[in-house]
């Protein structure tokens, strides 16, 4: 299994970026995805997730109604639309995903993570 992600870049606050995630080795349409996120000398922290057929979402709560997840199962791909972008936003992002199929901002169950792909918002 492995997940690309990529997308990320530097932009001004307020800026949009969208992240990808592409999937291989796994049908993403039977299981829950994750974007997380880690900034400098912070935790990972999770910043949202999709479940596989309900396509239920979570997200950070500092993230609400700025960022939203989605998928295309025909291209096994994954989205983060990320808009209105905050300084605090920075961080590297991770998508990841496991054996199960409801949505959670835990990481604990995740098995598989990709590389992760750094955002940098600043002007």
């Known amino acids: 299994v492995q997940l690309q992600a990529s997308g990320g870049g530097l932009v001004q606050p307020g800026g949009s970026l969208r992240l990808s995630c592409d999937a291989s080795g796994i049908t993403l349409d039977y299981y829950a995805i994750g974007w997380f996120r880690q900034a400098p000398g912070k935790e990972r922290e999770g910043v949202s997730s999709?479940?596989?057929?309900?396509?239920?979402?979570y997200y950070l709560d500092s993230v609400k109604g700025r960022f939203t997840i989605s998928r295309d199962n025909a291209k096994n791909t994954v989205y983060l639309q990320m808009n209105d972008l905050k300084p605090e936003d920075t961080a590297v992002y991770y998508c990841?995903?496991?054996?199960?199929?409801?949505?959670?901002?835990?990481?604990?169950?995740?098995?598989?993570w990709g590389q992760g792909t750094l955002v940098t918002v600043s002007s």
């Open positions: 999709i479940s596989s057929s309900s396509g239920k979402t």
């Open positions: 990841a995903t496991g054996h199960f199929a409801e949505a959670t901002l835990d990481e604990a169950p995740y098995a598989y």
